[in-house]
C-alpha cells in the first residue's frame, strides 16, 4: 500500500482568531485531527478514532487570512493503530513558500461499529527517511510509556 501524505489547504478564517489577533491554538488543533483522521481511515480503510496526541509544537504563530496547509503522513503502524506525523505550514498569500508553523504525532486506532479494535494494514518503511520516522515513532512510544507511568498518581 502507498503511504501517499494526506494534505488539506485552506485561508485562516477570522472566526479562527484568539485574543491576540492570530489563529488560535484550538484551531489548529482542530485541523490536526482532522487531516489525521483522513489520513488513517485511508490507511486502514476503516472508522478511526484518535488515541493519542502528544508534543504538540508550536513554533510560530498563524495570521489570520494566511493559506494554511496540514500535511498528514503514517510513519509507524501496530496491530490496530496508526503513528501519524502532522506538521502545520501557512503563508502569507503574497509569498510563494510555506513555513512550519506547528508539528506532533497523532495516534488513531481503526475500529469496527461496535467500537472494537480493528486490524491495520502494516506500514513498511522503505526508503531511509522513512526508516528514520518510524525509528522516531518508536521512541515517542517508549516516552508515552514513561509520561503515563508517572501519571498514574495522579488520575
Not at 492570530?22 to 484551531?27: A, E, K
Not at 504538540?56 to 494554511?68: A, D, Q, S
Not at 506532533?104 to 461499529?113: G, M, P, Q, S
Amino acid at each position: 500500500m502507498q503511504n501517499k501524505p494526506i494534505t488539506f489547504q485552506f485561508i485562516s478564517e477570522p472566526s479562527d482568531v484568539n485574543y491576540g489577533g492570530n489563529v488560535h491554538g484550538g484551531s489548529v488543533m482542530k485541523w490536526i485531527d482532522q487531516a489525521g483522521y483522513a489520513c488513517a481511515t485511508t490507511w486502514s480503510g476503516n472508522y478511526s478514532v484518535t488515541v493519542y496526541v502528544g508534543g504538540i509544537r508550536f513554533y510560530e504563530p498563524i495570521k489570520i487570512g494566511e493559506v494554511v496547509r496540514v500535511d498528514a503522513q503514517v510513519i509507524y503502524t501496530g496491530k490496530s493503530s496508526m503513528h501519524i506525523s502532522i506538521n502545520v505550514f501557512s503563508r502569507n498569500l503574497k509569498q510563494p513558500t510555506f513555513d512550519k508553523k506547528t508539528h506532533c504525532i497523532i495516534v488513531f486506532v481503526a475500529v469496527d461499529e461496535n467500537g472494537k479494535k480493528l486490524p491495520v494494514p502494516a506500514w513498511i518503511p522503505e526508503t531511509e527517511e522513512e526508516k528514520q520516522q518510524e525509528k522516531y515513532a518508536k521512541r515517542l512510544m517508549d516516552l508515552r510509556t514513561q509520561i503515563e507511568d508517572e501519571m498514574k498518581p495522579f488520575l
